[in-house]
C-alpha cells in the first residue's frame, strides 16, 4: 500500500490539471492550486480502524497527505490536538454541548505549525533548497522552524508589529528575518520581488498548494475525535481562511470516502473575523464570489488582520456550501470572552480563539446555533503568544507580609 | 474493573501508611508522601494492548492514576507529548541516537500541568474548594489554570522577577495573585502562614502527594512511545526535581506489572542543574543523602532555580538507584544550546530544556555517555514562555525596499 495516494493538482477556476511530482505555485490565472488524491483506489484500501494505534500526530492521515517518501516527512510531533468539553462557558453561552479544539497544543503554539509540517515535508521531497514569504508572526515562525529542521534556508518579512514572540521565533531558527515598516502587504510586495529574481521558492499563504493539506487534518482529526459523527457547527477564526478551506475539503474527502454517515449533513462552517477588519463577512452579507480589500484595517486578533485573502473566493465557496454564516466581532468583546473562558474552563486561548465565543454567544441569542446543537470552537494558539493583549495589576508584597484574604 | 488502583500513601522515611481517601499534606516527619497502588491485583487485569485505541494524553495511564472516578478528571489535554529523533543536534553532540521528549507542547506550555491536572483532580475529588500555592512561575501557571476549569479557588505567590508570561497566565484564571518582592521561599513562607490560618489545601511542591503521580506518566510515555524498550540515558533538569523522582517511580511501576523486558537496566536518569545553583549536584558528588541550601542561587534557567527541595533525597536515591549522575552547567553554554537545537533541529526548547544539552555535550566528550547508546532529553516547556533570555537584532525595512541577499 502507497504511503500517499496523491495523484494530481488542480484550479479551481479553470480545473485544468497540473503535475504534482514538479514544484508548482499559483494556477496560471493566479488562483490556489488544489490537491487531488486516488480516492477510488483509497475507498477500497482503507477504512477508519487502520488509523487504531498510529502515532498520535497529523502523519496518522499520510495516505490524504502529499508527501510520497516518509522518508521526507518534517515532524516535531504537530498535530492530533485535544478535543474537550467545555460545560461552563457552554453554560455562559446557552450552549450545552460545547467543544474546544485546542490548536494551541502544538509545536510553535499555533495552528501554523501543521501547515508547515506538510508544506515544509513536501517542500523537501520537491528538493526545494531556499523558501521565501511574508508573514503576520505565527506562521512566519512555524515556516522558519519546520525549514531549519529540513535543512532549507528561509526568508521571512514581517510587519515592525507583529507579536514579540513570533520575531524570536523566526530569528533563532536561523531564518534570514526582515522586518518591514509597514503591513503584511508590503512584506508580500518585497518577497514577491526576491522571488522573481530567482533562487527561491514562495511559500507565501496558498501560493504554494500544501499548507492546505495540513490545516485540513484539523477536520479529519474532528471527525475521528467524534467517532466519525461530524459536530453541527464549528467556528473559525478567518484571517486568511486556509484553515476553513482545509477542514471542508477533509469533510469532502471523508464523505467520497464512505466513511461519514449519508444522511449527516456536514458542519455549517462559521468564519469569524473581527468588525475592524471584516472582508470576508462583507462579502458574504452580499452573497459575493469573492472579497474586497479591506482598507484600514485594525484588530487585536493580529492573525486575523488580512485586508484581502488570496483564497477568499475557496472561503466564501464552503460558507454557502456548508450553509454557514460569517460574523465580525469587536475587540473588547473578544477580549472580554478570553478572561471568561480563561476563568471558567483554564484554556488561555489566544484572541482569534477568544473571538470565536463573542461570536457563538451572538449566534446563539440571534438562534441561528440552535438549543442542543453540537458546537467546536476551534482556537488557533495560544494566547501565551500575545503578552500583550492582557494587562494585569498585581499587588506586590514585601517579604514577611501577610496575604490579604 | 475499577478506574484506579489506588491503594494507600506511604512516608518514604518511615514507610508509614496514611489514608488516601483523606486529604493529607506531608508525613508526620515533614516528608512528601508517595501513592502506592495495589500492582498485584493490576498485573493480572492489565495489559499493554489494553492501552491501544485510548485517548492521547496522560489519562490513557489511569489504572495507576490516584483519581477513582472519572468524573473528576480535570483535562486540557495534557501529555502523551511527542518523542521524536534529534539527528542533526546528535551528531553534532556525538550522540547517534537521540531523542527530545517535548513538554513544550502542552496546555500551559510546560510539563508542570501534568502535575497540576493530576493534583488538582485529585483535590477536587477529595473535596478542596481552595488551595494555595507558592511559585517560580509556570507551576502557579498549571495549577491557577486547572483549579479555574474544576471551580477551585487558587491563592498564588510568586516573586516579582519570576517569568512575566506565567503572571499572566495565572491573573487570567482569576486566581488570587500576589507578587513578592523575593525569592520562592519568601513566597513559601507567606504561604505556610496563610494555610496555618485554616481553609486552603497547601498545593506547594510535595506538600501535597499528587502532582508526582502527574509528573510520572513522562516514565510511561517515553517506555510506551519506544515500544516498553527504555532509553540508556534520561536527562531531566532538575529544580525541584518532582519530574525525576515521578519517572524513576514510573519505572519501578511498569517493572513491577512486567511491563518492561527483565533482562534490561533501567536507564540512567542525570539531574542537570545550572552552575549558580546546583545543591543537588553538590549533594551527589558528595555521595550524601539530602542537599544543603545553595546560597545566593542565580541562572537564567529560572525554572530550575531551587536552592534547596523537599525531595532532594528522593531525587538522590534515583540518582543512586539507577546508576545516573548530576551535572551543572554555565548558563553561557546553555544559551548557545538553544540556538543550535533551534538552528538543527527546528525545536525552540527553554533554557532549562537546553541545559540538558550542554550537559549531554560534557558527559559524551567524557565518555560517560557511550557511543551508540540512546538517549533522551527531556525539554520541560516552550521556549515561548520566556523571550527575555533570547536578544535578537532584525534588520527593519520601509516598504519598497529591496530584501538583501
Redesign the interface.
Known amino acids: 500500500m502507497p504511503y500517499s495516494y496523491l495523484s494530481h493538482l488542480h484550479c479551481p477556476k479553470t480545473n485544468v490539471r497540473y503535475d504534482a511530482s514538479q514544484i508548482q505555485q499559483l494556477s496560471e490565472v493566479g488562483a490556489p492550486l488544489l490537491v487531488d488524491y486516488d480516492l477510488d483506489a483509497l475507498r477500497s484500501a482503507w477504512k477508519p480502524t487502520d488509523l487504531?494505534?498510529r502515532e498520535?500526530?497529523l502523519w496518522r492521515y499520510h495516505e490524504l497527505l502529499p508527501v510520497l517518501d516518509p522518508a521526507n516527512v518534517?515532524?516535531?510531533?504537530e498535530g492530533?490536538?485535544?478535543?474537550?468539553r467545555t460545560p461552563?462557558i457552554g453554560q455562559d453561552l446557552g450552549i450545552d454541548d460545547l467543544w474546544l479544539k485546542?490548536e494551541?497544543?502544538?509545536?510553535?503554539?499555533s495552528f501554523k505549525a501543521r501547515g508547515a509540517a506538510v508544506g515544509v515535508s513536501k517542500a523537501k521531497e520537491l528538493g526545494v533548497r531556499a523558501l521565501?514569504m511574508p508573514t503576520n508572526g505565527n506562521a512566519g515562525a512555524a515556516w522558519?522552524?519546520?525549514?531549519?529542521?529540513?535543512?532549507i534556508e528561509a526568508?521571512v518579512?514581517m510587519p515592525?508589529d507583529a507579536p514579540?514572540?513570533t520575531?524570536?521565533?523566526t530569528?533563532?531558527?536561523?531564518a534570514h528575518?526582515?522586518?518591514?515598516?509597514?503591513l503584511i502587504s508590503?512584506a508580500g510586495?518585497?518577497?514577491a520581488?526576491?522571488v522573481a529574481?530567482g533562487g527561491l521558492y514562495d511559500a507565501s499563504t496558498l501560493k504554494e498548494p500544501y499548507r492546505i493539506e495540513g490545516k485540513k487534518t484539523m477536520g479529519f482529526e474532528i471527525a475521528e475525535q467524534f467517532g466519525w459523527r461530524l459536530p453541527d457547527v464549528i467556528l473559525y477564526p478567518t484571517g486568511g481562511g486556509v484553515g476553513l478551506i482545509g477542514i471542508h475539503k477533509a469533510f469532502q474527502e471523508l464523505r467520497a470516502l464512505g466513511w461519514l454517515p449519508a444522511e449527516q449533513p456536514l458542519p455549517r462552517l462559521v468564519a469569524v473575523q473581527a468588525s475592524g477588519c471584516a472582508p470576508i463577512v462583507k462579502a458574504w452579507q452580499a452573497r459575493a464570489e469573492a472579497s474586497e480589500f479591506w482598507p484600514d484595517s485594525r484588530t487585536v486578533a493580529f492573525g486575523i488582520n488580512v485586508p484581502k485573502a488570496l483564497g477568499d473566493f475557496l472561503v466564501l465557496r464552503a460558507l454557502y456550501e456548508s450553509d454557514g454564516y460569517a460574523i465580525a466581532v469587536d475587540d473588547a468583546d473578544l477580549l472580554a470572552e478570553?478572561?471568561k473562558v480563561?476563568?471558567?474552563?483554564?484554556?488561555?486561548v489566544c484572541p482569534e480563539g477568544a473571538a470565536l465565543y463573542a461570536a457563538a454567544r451572538q449566534l446563539r441569542e440571534a438562534g441561528w446555533i440552535r438549543a442542543g446543537e453540537r458546537v467546536v470552537v476551534l482556537n488557533t494558539g495560544?494566547?501565551?503568544?500575545y503578552?500583550d493583549t492582557?494587562a494585569?495589576d498585581?499587588?506586590?508584597?514585601?517579604?514577611?507580609?501577610?496575604?490579604p484574604?
Open positions: 487504531l494505534g498520535a500526530s518534517v515532524n516535531l510531533g492530533f490536538t485535544p478535543l474537550f461552563r485546542d494551541g497544543i502544538i509545536p510553535t503554539g521565501a522558519s522552524l519546520y525549514a531549519a529542521r529540513a535543512g526568508t518579512v515592525q514579540q514572540i520575531r524570536l521565533e530569528a533563532i531558527s536561523g528575518l526582515y522586518l518591514v515598516n509597514g508590503d510586495k518585497q518577497v520581488e526576491a529574481a478570553q478572561r480563561a476563568e471558567l474552563e483554564g484554556a488561555f495560544t494566547g501565551i503568544k503578552p492582557f494585569v498585581v499587588p506586590l508584597l514585601q517579604p514577611g507580609e501577610r496575604l484574604r
